[in-house]
């Protein structure tokens, strides 16, 4: 897993995948139409008045989140957020793998496409599903016909930053038809490591325990550096270790206390380089 000049690098680099190296909308907007193929297959969605997909590509347009279309209780919480917790309260004691959660406050589209379609009557697996069926018809349509695209110059800070750094990637999308998108990227063997299915939030310890383990040397908490464009499962571990972190706040949301707070992967590709730049001097 790791390079012959592996001896020399002593620190490392967390990186999200979706909405930190993967950018476009049309992921989220096909995993909001497979949603909404379920959710019109069960005879459920009706109380939206509207497609998740429509919802959700407004939301873009406009770039906020707080779409009218989701339901509170009287305290402000969102329906689908209460909901899932008393799911979740009644499935703790099954020795099973955790769904992701509904997220509240909301980061990105895919949590505004998961709230809504939970709260139209899909439960956390079923959503799992739209999300897993999402992609495969992306990649069987062709990725290179959709918005999917890389930052600008991502290739070349990456080459550049595993002089000084271990590289890992750490994504919930499914190990299984992942290659194409980093084809389409431009970013096969641009990781040390590629870490898929990681359950974050739940998982990210594990991923980053993993991650650590595939280092020349052990890792000091100072000198891990996590980057991505969700607080809680991107970077709230590492800045409880007590590493750096960054965070992609794209539609300034404002959560999280994250080291660096930034709207583009542009300034966080100069936070990483000075990161970087520090940990050679």
């Not at 990186?15 to 930190?20: S, Y």
């Not at 096909?30 to 019109?40: C, R, V």
């Not at 799992?128 to 018809?137: D, H, K, N, P, Y």
Request: glycine fraction near 8%; charged fraction near 20%; hydrophobic fraction near 45%.
């Amino acid at each position: 897993m790791l390079r012959k000049a592996d001896v020399t690098r002593t620190k490392l680099l967390i990186l999200d995948f979706d909405g930190t190296l993967c950018h476009g909308d049309d992921p989220v907007l096909a995993y909001a139409a497979e949603a909404d193929a379920m959710l019109a297959e069960r005879g459920l969605g009706r109380q939206l008045r509207r497609s998740v997909r429509d919802i959700t590509a407004e939301a873009f347009v406009s770039n906020q989140l707080l779409v009218p279309e989701i339901a509170y209780d009287d305290a402000g919480v969102p329906l689908a957020v209460l909901a899932d917790r008393a799911a979740a309260q009644e499935t703790a004691a099954q020795d099973t793998a955790k769904p992701h959660p509904v997220s509240w406050p909301l980061q990105d589209g895919y949590q505004l496409v998961q709230l809504l379609a939970q709260q139209a009557g899909l439960s956390a697996a079923e959503t799992g599903l739209a999300f897993r069926a999402a992609r495969r018809r992306l990649i069987s349509q062709g990725l290179a016909h959709s918005d999917v695209h890389a930052p600008e110059g991502v290739d070349q800070l990456l080459q550049e930053l595993r002089e000084s750094a271990v590289v890992v990637l750490i994504s919930n999308s499914p190990a299984e038809g992942f290659e194409p998108w980093l084809q389409v990227l431009g970013l096969e063997g641009a990781f040390d490591a590629v870490i898929n299915g990681a359950g974050k939030p739940f998982g990210m310890p594990a991923a980053v325990e993993q991650a650590c383990a595939g280092t020349a040397h052990p890792v000091a908490a100072r000198d891990i550096l996590s980057v991505g464009d969700i607080w809680l499962n991107d970077l709230a571990y590492v800045d409880e270790l007590g590493g750096t972190t960054v965070l992609i706040d794209r539609f300034g949301t404002g959560l999280g206390a994250p080291t660096h707070r930034v709207a583009t992967f542009e300034a966080a590709a100069s936070a990483m380089r000075a990161w970087a730049q520090s940990s050679a001097e």
